[in-house]
């Protein structure tokens, strides 16, 4: 990082290793690590390191908390805002060969109960939360961040991501970041991630990674942010169903959707019923909707599998279909269906 105080008392090996594991950094050697010393220095001339707390953590290692802050003047460290002073809490685990030269410095950001997350570092974070968010260690620090109980509403961090929700829900690690604002920030804040999905919702749905998002939408939201969003996902229901990501996107719906939205979603189903239940993912698909759908769109689902009786019994027999036909048994059992559930296809909202 800079001037730590390990690094005036002890010599770095010839073959050291500097890691710090949140902003992706890693560099190996004495002098690729002295470079990087300097360069930091250079970058940020205010830079100041005070130990907080020296704890043994092995044999051959000490954990040492540090405190550092600074404003960076010029741009070297991407994950550091530039012209603006931050203030980071970090914990160094130093290793020593024999001889006590410094073999290996693995440095992180401390979100540790004892210290808290302090408004300097929660700024810190924020300016560089799209930097942190593309890498697997970033994200990881930014959900914790995001569940601290002294980082607020994370209003500064959210901002950093309005205007890059499209991107940032198809990375593998920022889309973590998404998903942990939007079920733990006030709805209000993140209402532009559901804007941002405007007439790209179905493609999202069938995205490996952007389903995910999409999903905790549909679980966190309230239904008056997800008006657009849900009319494109109810217009590509047929398809959605049958798909292998965004099956569970129509899920979500069914569980957390309106009671109007679930009864749209039982006549797509109802339609084509038969043939849904004969298929792997089609089967879940009817079978929450068998479960969170209102009394008469079961009866009306439990009726178009049921309407034919040659039908029904090869259902009774398929692999998924009876997956399915157990299910309206045993809604029937239990007196959420009715003893003759009425065959046909439900009609419009």
């Not at 008006?227 to 494109?232: I, S």
């Not at 339609?271 to 698909?285: E, L, N, Y």
């Not at 034919?308 to 009876?322: I, K, Q, T, V, Y």
Request: overall charge positive.
């Amino acid at each position: 990082m800079g001037r730590g105080a390990s690094d005036r008392r002890a010599p770095v090996a010839a073959g050291a290793e500097w890691v710090w594991e949140d902003a992706s950094l890693r560099y190996s050697g004495r002098s690729n690590i002295l470079e990087h010393v300097m360069m930091s220095v250079r970058a940020i001339p205010d830079l100041r390191t005070d130990i907080i707390e020296v704890a043994r953590e092995g044999p051959a290692s000490l954990a040492v908390d540090l405190c550092c802050s600074g404003t960076q003047a010029t741009m070297y460290l991407p994950h550091w805002p530039i012209r603006k002073f931050v203030s980071w809490r970090l914990r160094s685990v130093v290793t020593f060969d024999s001889q006590l030269h410094i073999t290996r410095k693995h440095v992180r950001l401390l979100l540790e109960e004892k210290l808290g997350l302090q408004p300097q570092m929660l700024e810190g974070l924020s300016n560089c939360a799209r930097a942190l968010a593309s890498t697997p260690s970033g994200c990881r620090v930014l959900q914790r961040a995001i569940e601290e109980p002294g980082a607020g509403d994370c209003g500064c961090l959210v901002e950093q991501l309005r205007g890059h929700v499209w991107e940032a829900a198809a990375s593998p690690h920022a889309n973590h970041v998404l998903q942990k604002l939007i079920a733990n920030v006030h709805p209000a804040r993140v209402r532009f991630v559901a804007e941002e999905f405007r007439g790209r919702a179905a493609a999202a749905a069938r995205h490996r990674v952007r389903g995910r998002v999409i999903e905790r939408l549909l679980e966190h939201a309230p239904a008056e942010h997800l008006g657009d969003l849900v009319e494109e996902l109810l217009d590509a229901c047929s398809d959605l169903c049958h798909h292998a990501f965004g099956n569970f996107v129509v899920q979500r719906l069914l569980e957390h959707g309106t009671a109007k939205q679930r009864h749209r979603l039982a006549a797509c189903l109802a339609a084509d019923a038969a043939r849904m239940a004969k298929s792997k993912i089609g089967s879940s698909v009817l079978r929450c909707a068998l479960v969170h759908c209102a009394g008469e769109d079961r009866a009306r689902l439990a009726g178009a599998l049921e309407a034919d009786p040659s039908r029904a019994e090869e259902l009774n027999r398929h692999l998924f279909g009876g997956f399915v036909m157990r299910e309206v048994r045993r809604l029937r059992r239990n007196g959420a269906l009715p003893d003759g559930a009425p065959g046909g296809a439900i009609g419009g909202a």
